[in-house]
């Protein structure tokens, strides 16, 4: 079984919107932390947020929100009055296992925002 | 200082050749990682150092050997390389393995194996 499903593989998004990007994940344990990763053009990964499995308020940075549905294992990304430096691939991750060492990434959506 | 450096940023080389991919962290971390990327894929784990110990070795074939040589470097030595294996190879570090710890990744290799 996947342990990161994002279904979106492409999405649009008008310049000043707000734009949500789906990602469930599946896991047994516990403890497992939630990350957002973009990565634009030139190839580097870059960390968005942050979401702990025990952490009861969802994560914000800044335009970039967690929406952290724990019974539905669901950790949507929100970017909010998106831009036209946010086009780019975005990537759900986590981690899991006993030294945090297990680490997976979903397949990805690309974003476009649209002037 | 948030910086991964990785050198060198392209690498064109032969099916016999041996080159080494080299990357380097001054955040005081304790994990480093390696990645491979084919195009519009995520990111693939590799192997896993933590305090300069190799923690995870993702089945990875024998023509990759990694090396750590202190906390700062992370090296990547490739021998005898496929076509298949042309791809960007990206290098992370963060302050260790723990759950919350999120990964800080330099800009990559591109290598093309010809």
């Known amino acids: 079984a996947q342990k990161i499903t994002q279904t979106q593989p492409g999405m649009f998004v008008q310049e000043k919107e707000a734009v949500t990007l789906d990602c469930t994940y599946d896991?047994?344990?516990?403890?497992?932390?939630l990350f957002w990763y973009k990565q634009p053009s030139s190839g580097e990964m870059i960390f968005l947020i942050y979401?702990?499995?025990?952490?009861?308020q969802n994560a914000t940075e800044g335009r970039y929100s967690l929406n952290f549905q724990k019974a539905r294992k669901s950790a949507n990304l929100v970017i909010s009055a998106s831009q036209l430096g946010d086009s780019a691939m975005y990537f759900c991750?986590?981690?899991?296992?006993?030294?945090?060492?297990?680490?997976?990434f979903g397949t990805g959506t690309s974003l476009t925002v649209i002037p | 200082d948030t910086e991964v450096t990785q050198t060198p940023k392209h690498l064109v080389m032969g099916m016999t050749n041996k080159k080494s991919l080299k990357c380097e962290q001054h955040?005081?971390?304790?994990?480093m990682y390696w990645y491979k990327q084919k195009a519009k894929k995520p990111p693939e784990l590799m192997f896993v150092?933590?305090?300069?110990?190799?923690?995870i070795n993702e089945s990875v074939p024998s023509r990759f050997s990694p090396e750590c040589p202190n906390s700062s470097l992370l090296n990547l030595h490739l021998h005898a390389l496929q076509p298949e294996d042309s791809a960007l190879y990206l290098c992370?570090?963060?302050?260790?393995?723990?759950?919350?710890?999120?990964?800080?990744f330099g800009p990559g290799t591109r290598l093309t194996v010809t």
């Open positions: 955040m005081g971390h304790r994990a």
């Open positions: 979401q702990g499995s025990y952490d009861q």
């Open positions: 991750a986590m981690r899991e296992g006993p030294n945090g060492n297990q680490f997976y």
């Open positions: 896991t047994s344990d516990p403890s497992y932390g």
């Open positions: 150092y933590s305090y300069e110990k190799l923690s």
């Open positions: 992370a570090s963060s302050h260790s393995t723990g759950l919350a710890y999120e990964q800080y």
